[in-house]
């Protein structure tokens, strides 16, 4: 441990602003006289605190997840029963072993050796990585199901890039490779089940209909969706960053070096990529023996630390960030009582008659909604407090629900400040990007994504017959 660890950190006037926001709002909700139910005003007040603190981070993310149930029902907005209910979603389970299977392919060495592999195989100037990290981000969506370890490969990648080549921080060279490297993790995700919040979506989804959503299904309703979500990503940083097809730069030395330095490949390696293929089947087949496929990889978990295995180690268990368990059970509490106290039917009340004219505008209605929360709400927050509504409406008018569902994943990727989804503003904090490169970018793919929404997601959805 370092020896300044434990030191106060000086606090500037920014901190103290977060600091004030982040508490003094749900206190100001609390003393105006909104003349609603005092029930729904405490819930209000205690989620806008749990969203502030979330989105500031005053406070650990997963120490907020923790007490938004506590403070539900020490504050009579809920019970003990829903207010912890989010412990028996078997998301929450899923998500615990993704993430130390992801924790496994970082330190095993496996998900740099795939990265390294195909960046290799483009060219290595700016350009040319701009569009390996959408290939890598791609190849890896379908093996490694954590995004938060996948966008850290590529952005550690990234910066031992510019370091090497002497490409300094937060020119538009290091920022068109730092959001090539965020994109590479966020533009698969949206098409391929396992690496995208749709798994959080369908854990809402089945509870309410009472059908899983289908690896396979998903894949043909999405992929298409996702490749030219990617594809506009990366055209997006070249033509607003004007990235040319220079050979200024040229990492294919340094690349080779850096894989190279992995040594030939492990035992455990080839272990970590076997659970990852297995871990993929599981999603594909299990549901068809009337298994959770979210509870399996959860349940085998613990054969992992086998010596024998060599999977993961003590050390592993350590150092993996188990903390984002919190931050899932914390929204998914926030959705479990809104639906208890009315709040979800108050929406289906207020927005259900728009959105139920015709399947377009339900999905349109949907995807521009969702997007809209990005805000104000984390992208697990949306999920958890408006898939139940959308969903519902789509099925009390007699809908497909799969095109609602699919719209609000798609919507969740949609945003443009860093604080508005906590791997981008990860990615964002580790100093590689321009903040005005940023905002230029991110203002473009928003519009990007309303056209592939428009031109793609709604016209091949049709044609699958799901509208």
């Given at each position: 441990?370092?020896?300044?660890?434990?030191?106060?950190?000086?606090?500037?006037?920014?901190?103290?602003?977060?600091?004030?926001?982040?508490?003094?709002?749900?206190?100001?909700?609390?003393?105006?006289?909104?003349?609603?139910?005092?029930?729904?005003?405490?819930?209000?007040?205690?989620?806008?605190?749990?969203?502030?603190?979330?989105?500031?981070?005053?406070?650990?993310?997963?120490?907020?997840?923790?007490?938004?149930?506590?403070?539900?029902?020490?504050?009579?907005?809920?019970s003990a029963e829903v207010s912890f209910a989010s412990w028996q979603n078997s998301m929450v389970w899923n998500t615990i072993a993704i993430v130390f299977v992801g924790t496994a392919c970082d330190r095993s060495g496996i998900s740099k050796r795939m990265a390294y592999s195909i960046l290799l195989k483009m060219k290595c100037n700016i350009r040319g990585l701009i569009w390996g990290f959408a290939a890598a981000g791609m190849a890896l969506a379908f093996l490694i199901s954590d995004s938060f370890s996948r966008a850290i490969i590529f952005i550690t990648i990234a910066m031992g890039i510019c370091r090497a080549l002497n490409i300094p921080f937060k020119s538009k060279e290091a920022s068109a490779l730092g959001l090539a490297a965020f994109f590479g993790m966020s533009g698969p995700s949206i098409g391929i089940f396992p690496s995208s919040n749709a798994f959080l979506?369908?854990?809402?989804?089945?509870?309410?209909?009472?059908?899983?959503?289908?690896?396979?299904?998903?894949?043909?309703?999405?992929?298409l969706p996702s490749v030219a979500w990617t594809v506009a990503s990366v055209l997006c940083v070249i033509k607003v960053l004007k990235i040319k097809d220079s050979k200024d730069f040229d990492a294919r030395e340094v690349l080779q070096k850096d894989k190279d330095s992995l040594g030939k490949i492990s035992r455990r390696e080839i272990m970590v990529l076997i659970v990852l293929i297995l871990i993929v089947l599981n999603y594909i087949f299990v549901g068809k023996l009337g298994l959770d496929p979210l509870i399996v990889p959860a349940v085998v978990l613990p054969l992992f630390f086998l010596p024998k295995v060599g999977i993961l180690t003590t050390d592993d268990f350590n150092v993996s960030d188990?903390?984002?368990?919190?931050?899932?059970?914390?929204?998914?509490?926030?959705?479990?009582?809104?639906?208890?106290?009315?709040?979800?039917?108050?929406?289906?009340?207020?927005?259900?008659?728009?959105?139920?004219?015709s399947s377009f505008t339900m999905a349109f209605g949907t995807f521009i909604l969702g997007s809209l929360s990005n805000f104000i709400l984390t992208p697990i927050a949306i999920v958890y407090t408006l898939t139940e509504p959308f969903v519902s409406i789509?099925?009390?008018?007699?809908?497909?629900?799969?095109?609602?569902?699919?719209?609000?994943?798609?919507?969740?990727?949609?945003?443009i400040f860093p604080y508005e989804f906590v791997v981008f503003l990860v990615c964002f904090e580790f100093g590689l990007i321009e903040y005005k490169h940023l905002i230029k970018v991110m203002t473009w793919r928003v519009l990007c994504g309303l056209a592939i929404f428009l031109v793609i997601c709604l016209p091949l959805w049709n044609v699958c017959g799901i509208m």
């Open positions: 441990m370092e020896e300044n660890s434990l030191a106060v950190q000086k606090m500037t006037g920014r901190d103290y602003a977060k600091w004030i926001i982040s508490f003094g709002t749900p206190i100001v909700v609390m003393l105006l006289p909104l003349g609603i139910d005092p029930v729904l005003q405490r819930y209000i007040a205690i989620t806008a605190w749990g969203l502030l603190c979330w989105v500031t981070v005053v406070i650990p993310a997963g120490l907020t997840g923790l007490a938004l149930p506590i403070l539900y029902m020490f504050c009579g907005v809920a979506v369908s854990a809402i989804y089945k509870d309410l209909t009472g059908t899983s959503m289908e690896y396979l299904t998903y894949l043909l309703h999405n992929f188990a903390k984002v368990l919190f931050v899932v059970t914390g929204a998914i509490s926030v959705g479990g009582v809104a639906s208890d106290i009315g709040l979800v039917d108050l929406l289906i009340e207020q927005i259900g008659p728009v959105l139920s004219q789509a099925m009390d008018a007699g809908m497909n629900t799969l095109p609602t569902m699919y719209a609000l994943n798609f919507a969740t990727d949609i945003y």
